[in-house]
């Protein structure tokens, strides 16, 4: 009993390192759509290929009615099987509560690390300047992913729907391929 549960975590461990050494993230996509055009624009929203090994992605929004002091995000996670659905998070969070105490909130903190150096959201609210990331690197997101388990092989999308006031504003949505 005791070495059948032995073995079954050391193939555990093994599958994860595997997995972690060489699974391997690729954009495959990033959608920008503003929900209230008397609100936010998108300037630009894109991937971008510079080489075979460096790949960014790139966004800017317009907010049309600064300062913006109540801002709430839903990210919801889906994995293609036939067709994508739900899968492990969503979550809505609030994040001028968020960006004030980012320790508190452990998996909105996981992915808001993924973009945070590469954005200038990173602080607390209100915002009253246009929201920018900026070549978001694909490696510099594997790198923060090998921090934690590995995630089963797929395609993914990540949602996010972004409400001011209370009001849906925006949705931006990051499609990517785990091999
Ligand atoms: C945007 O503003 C225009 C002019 O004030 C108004 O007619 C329109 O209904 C507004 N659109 C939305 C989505 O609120
Ligand atoms: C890809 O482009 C980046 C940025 O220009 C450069 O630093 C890197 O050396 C290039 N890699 C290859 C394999 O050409
Ligand atoms: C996010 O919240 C909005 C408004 O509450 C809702 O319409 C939308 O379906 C939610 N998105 C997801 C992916 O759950
Ligand atoms: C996420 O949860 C909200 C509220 O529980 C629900 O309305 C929404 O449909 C869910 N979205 C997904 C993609 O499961
Ligand atoms: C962001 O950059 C700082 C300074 O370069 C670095 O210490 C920190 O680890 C980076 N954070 C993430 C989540 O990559
Ligand atoms: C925001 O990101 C920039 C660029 O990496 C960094 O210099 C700055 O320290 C970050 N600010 C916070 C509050 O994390």
């Not at 630009?44 to 317009?62: E, G, H, V, W």
């Not at 099987?81 to 969503?90: E, M, V």
Request: net charge positive; with cysteine; charged share 20%.
């Amino acid at each position: 009993m005791c070495s059948k549960r032995n073995s079954i975590l050391s193939l555990l461990v093994i599958l994860h390192l595997v997995l972690e050494s060489t699974s391997k993230l690729e954009f495959t996509n990033v959608k920008c759509t503003s929900l209230d055009e008397n609100f936010t624009k998108f300037e630009y929203c894109y991937l971008k290929s510079i080489n075979r090994t460096y790949k960014y992605l790139s966004l800017r929004a317009n907010l049309l009615n600064t300062p913006v002091t109540k801002i709430k995000l839903n990210f919801s996670l889906f994995k293609r099987f036939s067709g994508y659905r739900p899968f492990l998070y969503n979550m809505t969070v609030d994040s001028c509560r968020f960006l004030a105490n980012t320790k508190s909130y452990p998996i909105p903190a996981f992915f808001y690390g993924l973009f945070s150096n590469f954005s200038n959201m990173n602080h607390t609210c209100p915002y009253d300047h246009d929201l920018i990331i900026d070549k978001l690197s694909i490696a510099s997101v594997n790198h923060q992913l090998t921090k934690v388990l590995p995630f089963p092989e797929g395609d993914y999308l990540v949602e996010t729907t972004w409400l001011a006031y209370d009001i849906i504003r925006a949705s931006i949505k990051f499609y990517a391929t785990l091999s």
